[in-house]
């Protein structure tokens, strides 16, 4: 009696599995259809080449790089989105470096002339915010998270600070002791820190909360010794989510190299920028993937080769080469970069658009 009883459960545990997969390759076959959107016949989606086909498309498929974030000018227009160029307005003004802040909800925008003016749109309607002296020198930082303060640096002797709310400058921190311009770079909105270095004797970086107005210092270390210092620095970008700062030596002096150290003191990364024969420089940095461009010079070939480095630990990239003549411009997020006229970028090897006269100054 139990053995026909265990029969009886196995037939059963047997039909249920067969309706199971039966179900399944049903649900599986409704996703299928043929180029002219019709469904494939059962016995052609049977066939072993098809099945393989219909398992292989259902696998990770590459994600092209999204061109759609993409801000860029061109004949005296402000646009989004170079493959369908969407209208956002006519700017009148030379913009200075080609750089947009666009403000994190996408209402704002601003940017600096050539002639020291700062100019920020809102409701498609430029104003004129401040006209800086000739002899001071401006940075925008960056807008604040908030949507309303956009940070300033401004260096006249020495380096301020200065927040700007709707009409109101506010000068926040001041007397600043940097040679160089910029006085700092922060790819990402501002959410709770600036960082910047000061120069008076050695150089040190002051990690500054925007909140709390507490500041916290860092060491620009050169090497595993903390007392190793150096007097002088280019400086390349801080990450405030991932809590990275990335600076250079100057030219000129040795050893010629390329650091980057956490907020934690911690020094994560020296890259050698002069090699025998070979010259590397920074391009650019995109805080999503922590991974820094560069671009190496040999002396001895005619090309360049184009390569990213994490931020964060050893992991090397190579992209590819470009001409010796080339320039090569690293866009502010996104993964992209310019070569000359064409958009690439480092998550997708193959991938490139012709930009024509378009000047990418910004991506979402």
């Given at each position: 009696m139990s053995s026909q009883k265990n029969k009886l459960n196995n037939l059963h545990l047997l039909g249920f599995f067969l309706c199971f997969i039966t179900l399944n390759i049903l649900v599986f076959y409704q996703l299928f259809v043929d180029e002219k959107y019709y469904r494939i016949p059962p016995k052609?989606?049977?066939?072993?080449?098809?099945?393989?086909?219909?398992?292989?498309?259902?696998?990770?498929?590459?994600?092209?790089?999204?061109?759609?974030?993409?801000f860029f000018l061109e004949n005296g227009g402000f646009y989004k989105n170079p493959l369908h160029p969407e209208p956002i307005i006519n700017i009148k003004h030379d913009i200075y470096d080609n750089q947009v802040f666009t403000s994190p909800q996408n209402d704002k925008l601003a940017f600096l002339t050539k002639n020291n003016s700062l100019i920020i749109i809102k409701d498609d309607k430029p104003q004129i915010i401040k006209?800086?002296?000739?002899?001071?020198t401006v940075q925008i930082i960056n807008w604040g998270q908030n949507n309303n303060d956009l940070w300033l640096a401004?260096?006249?002797?020495?380096?301020?600070?200065?927040?700007?709310?709707?009409?109101?400058?506010?000068v926040i921190k001041k007397n600043i002791v940097f040679p160089n311009t910029p006085l700092t770079k922060n790819i990402s909105y501002i959410k709770e820190k600036i960082?910047?270095?000061?120069?008076?004797?050695?150089?040190?970086?002051?990690?500054?909360?925007?909140?709390t107005n507490a500041?916290?210092?860092?060491?620009?270390?050169?090497?595993?010794?903390?007392?190793?210092?150096?007097?002088?620095?280019?400086?390349?970008?801080y990450d405030e989510k991932s809590k990275l700062i990335a600076y250079q030596r100057v030219p000129g002096d040795e050893p010629f190299k390329f650091y980057v150290?956490?907020?934690?003191?911690?020094?994560?990364q020296t890259i050698n920028l002069d090699l025998p024969e070979k010259q590397i420089e920074f391009v650019g940095y995109y805080p999503e993937s922590?991974?820094?461009?560069?671009?190496?010079?040999?002396?001895?070939?005619?090309?360049?080769?184009?390569?990213?480095?994490?931020?964060?630990?050893?992991?090397?990239?190579?992209?590819?080469?470009?001409?010796?003549?080339?320039?090569?411009?690293?866009i502010s997020s996104g993964g992209f970069y310019e070569v000359d006229n064409t958009l690439k970028n480092i998550f997708d090897k193959d991938f490139g658009f012709d930009l024509g006269d378009k000047k990418i100054i910004s991506v979402l």
């Open positions: 052609v989606f049977l066939n072993p080449k098809t099945l393989k086909t219909a398992i292989k498309s259902l696998s990770a498929q590459k994600i092209p790089p999204d061109i759609s974030r993409v006209e800086f002296p000739e002899n001071q401004i260096k006249q002797e020495n380096w301020s600070i200065v927040k700007l709310t709707g009409e109101k400058i506010e960082v910047y270095p000061d120069c008076r004797q050695t150089c040190q970086f002051m990690i500054f909360d925007i909140n500041t916290q210092e860092i060491p620009a270390l050169v090497d595993n010794n903390p007392d190793t210092r150096i007097k002088d620095l280019l400086f390349a970008f150290v956490g907020f934690d003191k911690t020094l994560l922590q991974e820094m461009l560069f671009v190496s010079k040999n002396s001895q070939d005619k090309n360049q080769e184009l390569f990213a480095y994490k931020a964060n630990k050893p992991s090397l990239k190579i992209l590819g080469k470009i001409g010796n003549n080339q320039t090569v411009e690293a």
